[in-house]
Antibody
Framework: EVQLVESGGGLVQPGGSLRLSCAASRFTFSGYEMNWVRQPPGKGLEWVSYISSSGTTIYYADSVKGRFTISRDNAKNSLYLQMNSLRAEDTAVYYC????????????WGQGTMVTVSS | DIQMTQSPSSLSASVGDRVTITCRASQNINNYLNWYHQKPGKAPKLLIYTASSLQSGVPSRFSGSGSGTDFTLTISSLQPEDFATYYCQQSDRTPFTFGGGTKVQI
């Protein structure tokens, strides 16, 4: 079964850093664009970042630009999100999601990892 | 940024009902409109992509229509497993924005 599994979430103080990972399995990871999407507790979905299959094209939501960095290692079938200067409003479940080619509909999602920013 | 407005924000329905949810984009999104549903504590699931294409494995009671800025998700006969929150999303350009969600409840 095609699968994405996130890890790396946890409790961090405001201003701190965290690195999320997403491990892909049972599909050709290097052939797909990938994304991070987050969901604050009890609220809706917010797209965070996109990376092309080769890693050469990257986009961010304005709310995280300059603080978060998306990257990937196709040899390790892994996607990453480095989160710096964390704020209380970054508290959310973070999902990695695969894009349907040329459509950017998110067809495969991980189970999510919770990030809590609090002192 | 493209704003996505869903309506209604919630609705009550019964098993067997026909349900319609609408989504309006603040500008033309060239049919790059996707629909998801999400159950509590679970990841969203893709139902429809590019306005009207049914994702593999999704029951045919789900259908999508619309073009330009106005789109509709229809569930022809609501089933117990369909009680969830539904989101639209535009993927025409970044940031890939979502609608606020429609909670379908009994």
């Amino acid at each position: 079964e095609v699968q994405l599994v996130e890890s790396g979430g946890g409790l961090v103080q405001p201003g701190g850093s965290l690195r999320l990972s997403c491990a892909a399995s049972r599909f050709t990871f290097s052939g797909y664009e990938m994304n991070w999407v987050r969901q604050p507790p009890g609220k809706g979905l917010e797209w965070v970042s996109y990376i092309s299959s080769s890693g050469t094209t990257i986009y961010y939501a304005d709310s995280v630009k300059g603080r978060f960095t998306i990257s990937r290692d196709n040899a390790k079938n892994s996607l990453y999100l480095q989160m710096n200067s964390l704020r209380a409003e970054d508290t959310a479940v973070y999902y990695c999601a695969r894009s349907l080619p040329a459509r950017n509909a998110f067809d495969i999602w991980g189970q999510g990892t919770m990030v809590t920013v609090s002192s | 940024d493209i704003q996505m407005t869903q309506s209604p924000s919630s609705l009550s329905a019964s098993v067997g009902d026909r349900v319609t949810i609408t989504c309006r984009a603040s500008q033309n999104i060239n049919n790059y409109l996707n629909w998801y549903h999400q159950k509590p504590g679970k990841a969203p699931k893709l139902l429809i992509y590019t306005a009207s294409s049914l994702q593999s494995g999704v029951p045919s009671r789900f259908s999508g229509s619309g073009s330009g800025t106005d789109f509709t998700l229809t569930i022809s006969s609501l089933q117990p497993e369909d009680f969830a929150t539904y989101y639209c999303q535009q993927s025409d350009r970044t940031p890939f924005t979502f609608g606020g969600g429609t909670k379908v409840q009994i």
